[in-house]
């Protein structure tokens, strides 16, 4: 990523937008665990207020020092990958397609985007999270999931 030496206003830098990504996020998450029953409430709405606390100080900090910032030309095209890949996910989740193989998908795609190493160590590390995410949630917790077209796949 390359850094830019030029002074730019505080509203430009990279940190204050993701601080105020943050806190909107945060605010939007704890407004709407409001709604949820006493007895889940917490923890969402706890998460939201720490969301909130974080991307303030963030944008705290981008306001007051004069850091060189970051381009978000490629950082934005990976959480726009990114992005595309968790919606695809989600229509497959409710789409009837199982969690497994979505899941195992999303996950190769992920560290895939990552680069970090390669297409048989990266399909060995999402079939790892894919099964202990299924066993934790799905197993473990009870969590529910969509009805599926292919009971077979889970």
Known sequence: ???????????????????LA???TGGIAAWLARGFDQMSRSYPLVLGWVLVGLGALLLLNALRHKTPSVSFRIPGQVALLAALILGLWTMALSGGLGYLLPTFVMQLCFILLCGSCGLAQAAIIA????????LAFI????????????????
């Open 1 to 19: 990523m390359s850094h830019s030496t030029d002074p730019k206003p505080a509203w430009a830098h990279s940190d204050a937008w993701t601080g």
């Open 22 to 24: 943050l806190m909107v």
């Open 127 to 134: 079939a790892t999270i894919t099964g202990v995410s299924y």
């Open 139 to 154: 197993v473990g917790l009870g969590v529910r999931l969509p009805a599926t077209l292919l009971p077979w796949l889970v």
